[in-house]
């Protein structure tokens, strides 16, 4: 999300006039759409004006096509322009891709009231409202249509979302109320934006033909043209970017990355996983390969994992990141409901006068929608979870739990993925411009691009020219059955965490064992993952269960996997630098997730699949940079 120096978290929404049942601006005092037929000025000035009922028709497979805005309001265009890309059936991998912003998101009530006056959109519009965000300022995307469409959303200043959002947009539809009534978004950067945002043979189109607009977009060079407006008006303007700049003669020549024809995710965790189901909706040809005999045998492997993230007091860059991939992740996993995503709900307790102080200074500080967190007390919080709770703490309503090694089984079964189990990576070459992987049998893998996600193994696989530093931290889970825990009816986190019961057992955890590097399980750290508990929530398991478990192997109910994490505990995820701080081309890392798997790498394996095929970037610039690996190159070598 893009970062405001200060909050508010939330976004100011909408103030609307309904007139005879069409909305209208109060702040602008314009509507939303024309009187006449909203839909069919649409059709006419956007979708007709920047050709694209030809141009959806030209888009090949595994391609993408992008559709820039200057105002989201309603929805209207996004959704006649979704309903054009349908209609003109794209082939298998195609991706429409639709870049929005708005200062003043509507509501979501706003938003349901206004769709109802199209009820040819009925369909399309009921799944953006099941997708639309919580107001929260920031870059929002959201995966539409079984992938095939996309739209980022930025709700906050225009300047600010396109300065900070990467993207090259084929048509730009200029919409965003009349110049003179909201003369804030038509200043001339925003037209320099538009222009730093278009390639050649980008079109515009825009219902206005005001000569100071008109003047803007032929000064950033733009080739425009007044044409017939719709209905009452009587002029509108469109045009295109030719390919020479019409200011200075200097060559447009910004050209999206070729497609790679095939692309080797190393590593079958949750990230990998992620990352090749991603890759191949896209139209990739996606080989994973990992040294095990399937997916998920490492920390990934668990038969539980709670979705979670701890938001910072402050709302700064790694806030954002934490709360983006929070908001991302809940939205990916919810088409999993009732089978591997169970949305019970997460409970952070204020366990200890620490965390309390935290929490009610992260509550003074922010004004998250409940949507996303609220406080609850301690008879609140023992209603929620179903156990007895001295304290109360920050409730996610849309949080829960996974079961990870299932659902990388389920992202692998793609026929456009295959698999390569039992391939164990001993180097990693570039030959003519692809990257040639060799295995310790001596079988080779050759392809146009690779994408190492091996976790705590990573730097065993990285070229020597490419010294990132990386750390593994041990973690140990505990499995504990009906008889031996009550298990809550959602995941209640603190120093531990509980997840709800599944087939009679509940997985606890996890040990954060910076000096331990022991794959095996111990009775050492099985009591650490019980006493822990037991002082978290006191009651919940008793003395003599935990002296049982003292007394008897604990490798039935135990589990060890690595975290791999980076100094700053943030994770490591676009192309491998050299030590000379070029890149190498075709080379790219996702790794340095720690604990925070399950969040983060929906989205991360989203932006990384957009930076590998040269589509809008989910992540805004702002965030990225908290994330390139080149800030963990090792300058003592």
Same mark, same amino acid.
């Given at each position: 999300?893009?970062?405001?120096?200060?909050?508010? *978290?939330?976004?100011?929404?909408?103030?609307?006039?309904?007139?005879?049942? *069409?909305? /209208?601006?109060?702040?602008?005092?314009? @509507?939303?759409?024309?009187?006449?037929?909203?839909? =069919?000025?649409?059709?006419?000035?956007?979708?007709? !004006?920047?050709?694209?009922?030809?141009?959806?028709?030209? @888009?090949?497979?595994?391609?993408?096509?992008?559709?820039?805005?200057?105002?989201?309001?309603?929805?209207?265009?996004f959704l006649a322009t979704w309903q054009l890309w349908r209609q003109c059936n794209p082939p298998a991998g195609a991706t429409l891709h639709f870049v929005s912003v708005e200062r003043y998101p509507l509501t979501p009530q706003d938003l349901a009231r206004a769709h109802a006056l199209w009820p040819e959109l009925e369909q399309l519009a009921n799944e953006l409202q099941a997708h639309y965000p919580v107001l929260i300022n920031g870059t929002h995307r959201l995966v539409l249509d079984g992938g095939?469409?996309?739209?980022?959303?930025?709700?906050?200043?225009?300047?600010?979302?396109?300065?900070?959002?990467?993207?090259?947009?084929?048509?730009?539809?200029?919409?965003?109320?009349?110049?003179?009534?909201?003369?804030?978004?038509?200043?001339?950067?925003?037209?320099?934006?538009?222009?730093? !945002?278009?390639?050649?043979?980008?079109? *515009?189109?825009?219902?206005?033909?005001?000569?100071?607009?008109?003047?803007?977009?032929?000064?950033?060079?733009?080739?425009?043209?007044?044409?017939?407006?719709?209905?009452?008006?009587? /002029?509108?303007?469109?045009?295109?970017?030719?390919?020479?700049?019409?200011?200075?003669?200097?060559?447009?020549?910004?050209?999206?990355?070729?497609?790679?024809?095939?692309?080797?995710?190393?590593?079958?965790?949750?990230?990998?996983?992620?990352?090749?189901?991603?890759?191949?909706?896209?139209?990739?040809?996606?080989?994973?390969?990992?040294?095990?005999d399937g997916p998920a045998a490492g920390a990934s492997g668990n038969t539980q994992g709670a979705l979670y993230v701890k938001l910072g007091v402050e709302f700064n860059a790694q806030t954002q990141l934490a709360l983006s991939a929070l908001l991302f992740a809940q939205a990916s996993y919810r088409p999993l409901s009732g089978s591997l995503w169970h949305p019970t709900g997460v409970l952070q307790l204020a366990g200890t006068e620490q965390e309390a102080r935290r929490q009610a200074k992260f509550?003074?500080?922010?004004?998250?929608?409940?949507?996303?967190?609220?406080?609850?007390?301690?008879?609140?919080?023992?209603?929620?979870?179903?156990?007895?709770?001295?304290?109360?703490?920050?409730?996610?309503?849309?949080?829960?739990?996974?079961?990870?090694?299932?659902?990388?089984?389920?992202?692998?079964?793609?026929?456009?993925?295959?698999?390569?189990?039992?391939?164990?990576?001993?180097?990693?070459?570039?030959?003519?411009?692809?990257?040639?992987?060799?295995?310790?049998?001596?079988?080779?893998?050759?392809?146009?691009?690779?994408?190492?996600?091996?976790?705590?193994?990573?730097? /065993?696989?990285?070229?020597?020219?490419?010294?990132?530093?990386?750390?593994?931290?041990?973690?140990?889970?505990?499995?504990?059955?009906?008889?031996?825990?009550?298990?809550?009816?959602?995941?209640?986190?603190?120093?531990?965490?509980?997840?709800?019961?599944?087939?009679?057992?509940?997985?606890?955890?996890?040990?954060?064992?910076?000096?331990?590097?022991?794959?095996?399980?111990?009775?050492?750290? =099985?009591?650490?993952?019980?006493?822990?508990?037991?002082?978290?929530?006191?009651?919940?398991?008793?003395?003599?269960?935990?002296?049982?478990?003292?007394?008897?192997?604990?490798?039935?109910?135990?589990?060890?996997?690595?975290?791999?994490?980076?100094?700053?505990?943030?994770?490591?995820?676009?192309?491998?630098?050299?030590?000379?701080?070029?890149?190498?081309?075709?080379?790219? *890392?996702?790794?340095?997730?720690?604990?925070?798997?399950?969040?983060?790498?929906?989205?991360?394996?989203?932006?990384?699949?957009?930076?590998?095929?040269?589509?809008?970037?989910?992540?805004?610039?702002?965030?990225?940079?908290?994330?390139?690996?080149?800030?963990?190159?090792?300058?003592?070598?």
């Amino acid at each position: 999300m893009t970062a405001p120096s200060h909050p508010p *978290v939330s976004a100011t929404p909408a103030r609307l006039v309904w007139r005879e049942g *069409v909305p /209208e601006s109060a702040d602008f005092g314009d @509507v939303y759409f024309s009187r006449e037929d909203g839909l =069919e000025e649409t059709r006419y000035v956007f979708l007709q !004006h920047n050709n694209l009922p030809r141009r959806f028709a030209d @888009v090949g497979p595994g391609q993408g096509f992008v559709v820039a805005e200057s105002g989201f309001g309603t929805g209207l265009n996004f959704l006649a322009t979704w309903q054009l890309w349908r209609q003109c059936n794209p082939p298998a991998g195609a991706t429409l891709h639709f870049v929005s912003v708005e200062r003043y998101p509507l509501t979501p009530q706003d938003l349901a009231r206004a769709h109802a006056l199209w009820p040819e959109l009925e369909q399309l519009a009921n799944e953006l409202q099941a997708h639309y965000p919580v107001l929260i300022n920031g870059t929002h995307r959201l995966v539409l249509d079984g992938g095939r469409v996309r739209l980022t959303l930025h709700f906050g200043d225009a300047l600010d979302g396109w300065r900070d959002m990467t993207f090259q947009a084929d048509a730009w539809f200029l919409d965003g109320f009349a110049p003179s009534l909201n003369p804030e978004l038509w200043v001339d950067e925003v037209v320099s934006s538009v222009r730093q !945002h278009s390639r050649p043979g980008t079109t *515009v189109a825009t219902f206005t033909a005001v000569g100071r607009v008109r003047r803007a977009l032929l000064a950033a060079g733009f080739q425009m043209q007044k044409v017939p407006g719709f209905g009452r008006k009587r /002029e509108m303007l469109a045009g295109m970017l030719p390919a020479t700049g019409a200011r200075d003669g200097t060559p447009n020549t910004t050209v999206p990355p070729a497609t790679p024809s095939s692309v080797a995710v190393v590593g079958a965790g949750i990230a990998g996983c992620l990352l090749a189901r991603n890759l191949a909706d896209r139209g990739v040809e996606v080989t994973v390969i990992d040294s095990a005999d399937g997916p998920a045998a490492g920390a990934s492997g668990n038969t539980q994992g709670a979705l979670y993230v701890k938001l910072g007091v402050e709302f700064n860059a790694q806030t954002q990141l934490a709360l983006s991939a929070l908001l991302f992740a809940q939205a990916s996993y919810r088409p999993l409901s009732g089978s591997l995503w169970h949305p019970t709900g997460v409970l952070q307790l204020a366990g200890t006068e620490q965390e309390a102080r935290r929490q009610a200074k992260f509550l003074a500080s922010n004004n998250y929608p409940e949507a996303v967190v609220r406080a609850v007390s301690a008879d609140e919080a023992t209603a929620l979870s179903g156990l007895s709770l001295a304290h109360g703490g920050l409730w996610f309503t849309n949080s829960g739990w996974l079961q990870p090694a299932a659902l990388c089984r389920w992202l692998l079964d793609h026929p456009g993925i295959s698999r390569r189990f039992g391939f164990d990576v001993a180097g990693l070459a570039s030959r003519n411009t692809r990257w040639c992987l060799t295995a310790t049998d001596g079988k080779t893998l050759t392809v146009d691009q690779a994408v190492l996600c091996t976790g705590h193994r990573i730097t /065993e696989l990285l070229p020597d020219s490419a010294r990132l530093r990386f750390k593994p931290i041990r973690g140990q889970v505990t499995l504990l059955s009906n008889e031996q825990v009550q298990a809550p009816n959602c995941v209640v986190c603190g120093t531990r965490y509980l997840n709800p019961a599944h087939d009679r057992t509940a997985l606890t955890g996890a040990t954060f064992d910076l000096h331990q590097q022991s794959p095996e399980v111990t009775s050492e750290s =099985e009591l650490e993952n019980l006493q822990a508990l037991a002082d978290m929530i006191p009651g919940i398991i008793s003395d003599t269960v935990i002296e049982h478990c003292a007394q008897t192997q604990p490798s039935a109910r135990g589990r060890v996997g690595f975290r791999c994490t980076t100094r700053d505990y943030q994770p490591a995820v676009g192309p491998v630098p050299r030590a000379e701080g070029q890149m190498m081309p075709g080379l790219f *890392v996702l790794t340095g997730l720690g604990s925070k798997g399950l969040s983060y790498a929906p989205l991360l394996a989203e932006y990384l699949t957009d930076h590998i095929l040269g589509q809008p970037e989910a992540l805004p610039q702002s965030l990225q940079k908290r994330i390139r690996p080149a800030r963990l190159m090792d300058s003592a070598g």
